[in-house]
């Protein structure tokens, strides 16, 4: 029961770490797309993911996205279904790998598989949510996969990726204490 308790603490601490990453730093990284914005909110979940394992980092996943998509943001449940997306894939696969390779050569190979896993499950979404929700012709999606929505995708992850590496084994030995 006490285990029970801890874990879910420390999730929800995490998930609230996410949403305050989220609230803070707000940063546009491709000029050619301005209103994709970079937060490092993905970094406490994956840090969830690598300690409690890929359903924990899906569970945290879906607490933020709901709590972010109602409470701060104007793109409401579409917004909700696109991070569930993206960082959903991001953290099942890093997770599955991390759990199977607990090493840091395994993180390594988990955060750069997870980059690729949520990079490419977001050319479909774009695909999908963009002409569907926001209107935007499918044609000028198709045209901003390559120049736009793979490489804000590649930076957001990759650089998510590099955070967690750095701070994980820190953080993680708190957990543990």
Same mark, same amino acid.
Do not use: D
């Given at each position: 029961?006490?285990? $029970?308790?801890?874990?879910m603490?420390?999730?929800?601490?995490l998930s609230?770490?996410s949403?305050?990453?989220?609230?803070?730093?707000?940063v #546009?990284?491709?000029?050619a797309?301005?209103?994709?914005?970079y937060e #490092?909110?993905d970094?406490?979940?994956?840090?969830?993911?690598?300690?409690?394992g890929?359903? *924990?980092g899906?569970?945290?996943?879906v607490?933020?996205s709901v709590? !972010?998509?109602f409470?701060? *943001?104007t793109d409401g449940?579409?917004?909700?279904?696109?991070?569930v997306?993206?960082?959903?894939?991001?953290?099942?696969?890093?997770?599955?790998i991390?759990?199977k390779y607990?090493?840091f050569?395994?993180?390594?190979?988990?955060?750069?598989?997870g980059?690729?896993?949520?990079?490419l499950?977001m050319?479909p979404?774009n695909?999908?949510? !963009?002409?569907n929700?926001?209107?935007t012709?499918i044609?000028?999606?198709k045209?901003?996969i390559v120049?736009?929505?793979?490489?804000?995708?590649?930076?957001?992850?990759?650089v $998510?990726s590099?955070?967690?590496?750095l701070?994980?084994?820190?953080?993680?030995k708190?957990?543990k204490?």
């Open positions: 029961m006490k285990n $029970n308790v801890k874990k603490t420390t999730m929800a601490i609230a770490m949403i305050v990453l989220m609230l803070l730093i707000r #546009p990284l491709l000029p797309a301005p209103y994709l914005i #490092p909110a970094i406490p979940i994956l840090i969830g993911t690598f300690i409690f890929p359903i *924990s899906l569970i945290m996943t607490v933020v709590i !972010q998509a409470a701060f *943001s449940w579409v917004g909700l279904v696109m991070h997306a993206a960082t959903g894939a991001f953290v099942i696969t890093a997770g599955l991390y759990k607990h090493k050569i395994g993180a390594i190979v988990a955060l750069a598989a980059t690729l896993a949520m990079t499950v050319i979404v695909l999908i949510v !963009q002409p929700f926001y209107g012709p044609e000028v999606v045209s901003l120049p736009v929505i793979i490489p804000f995708n590649l930076i957001k992850a990759g $998510n590099l955070w967690t590496l701070v994980y084994k820190t953080i993680s708190l957990v204490k």
